[in-house]
C-alpha cells in the first residue's frame, strides 16, 4: 500500500489585492495559505489539461489533415445551443 505524500512547503511573500484576500478570507480565514495553494494548484492542473488537449489536436492533425472548418462552426452552433 502506497502513502501519499505532500509535497514539501516553501515560504514566500506575495502582494495581493485587498479584496481578493477579504473575499477569500470569507471563506475561511483560518487557513489562507491553503486556499490559495489550491486556487494555484487548480490552475496549474486546469494548463496542464489545456495543453495535452492541445497536443492532441496536433497529433490528430498530423495524422488526419486540419479539421474541415464547416464541420467545426457546425459543432460550435450545437454546443453553443
Request: charged letters at 25%.
Amino acid at each position: 500500500m502506497s502513502t501519499l505524500v505532500a509535497p514539501a512547503k516553501i515560504r514566500k511573500t506575495v502582494t495581493l489585492d485587498s479584496d481578493l484576500i477579504e473575499a477569500l478570507a470569507d471563506d475561511n480565514p483560518e487557513s489562507l495559505s491553503s486556499t490559495i495553494n489550491a486556487i494555484l494548484r487548480a490552475d496549474q492542473e486546469r494548463k496542464a489539461r489545456a495543453l495535452s488537449i492541445r497536443q492532441l489536436a496536433d497529433d490528430l492533425d498530423a495524422l488526419y489533415g486540419p479539421a474541415d472548418l464547416l464541420a467545426v462552426a457546425a459543432a460550435k452552433a450545437v454546443l453553443m445551443a
